[in-house]
């Protein structure tokens, strides 16, 4: 005669190896988290490098600056003050000025402008200077328009050495006559157009050994 299970109620086994289950599953659970707070293989160094705080920066000021001998910076050393100009030293640009001159400010019709210049040292001592014809240009402009530039056919450019004395001014010997025509290098041993006139406004600028006139020289042709 058998014994019959309550309906419903499952076998003894089935219940120890679900309890089995959940035994292991917890253990498992348990080693997982072990194993990272553990975090077996990491070496020591390791561990150093990530809990040691950064390093902070070091301060600016205190690798700028180098300290005396009661702690306080020194201030930078200020570059050297520049030679004083002695005299029979060459010119310095800043102690020239270059004056644009002309022998009229209009010029009747057939009148022919005499263009020249004048140097003035504005410095303290006697400075030398080449101011000859090879260290002149001259030009006269109109608008953009560049019409007459001395060096475009020049012939016989010379050196002259000059001592310029502060507060002296130096000008040219002789002047430089335009005829009125359009110059060219292209155009020098032909025939040049004749510039417009009739009251047609022109400017004449120098440069004297690189130093230009701070302003040209206005004049009309007629």
Known sequence: MSTNRPAGRLPASVYRRRRLMVLLGLVA?????????????????DEASDTAPPTPPASASATDAPATSDGV?????????????ADGDPCRAGQITVEAVT???VY?????PKL????????????VMNVGTSAQVFAVTSGSDTYWTSTDCQVDAVDAEVSIAP?????????ITWDRTR????????ERSTVPAGG?????????????????KQFLLY
Not at 116 to 127: H, K, Q
Not at 167 to 175: H, L, M, N
């Open 108 to 112: 009747a019709a057939g009148e022919q």
């Open 103 to 105: 022998d009229a400010t």
């Open 167 to 175: 507060g002296s001014p130096v000008s040219s010997s002789e002047p």
């Open 73 to 85: 910076g020194e201030p930078e050393a200020s570059e050297e003050p520049a030679e004083p100009a």
């Open 200 to 216: 047609a406004s022109y400017h004449l600028g120098v440069t004297v050994n690189g130093i230009a006139s701070a302003d040209t």
């Open 116 to 127: 020249s210049v004048t140097i003035t040292n504005t410095g303290s001592n006697t400075c």
């Open 29 to 45: 659970a348990i080693v997982a988290v072990v194993l990272v707070i553990v975090r077996p293989g990491a070496s020591q160094g």
């Open 183 to 190: 110059s060219s290098a292209d155009t020098c041993g032909g």
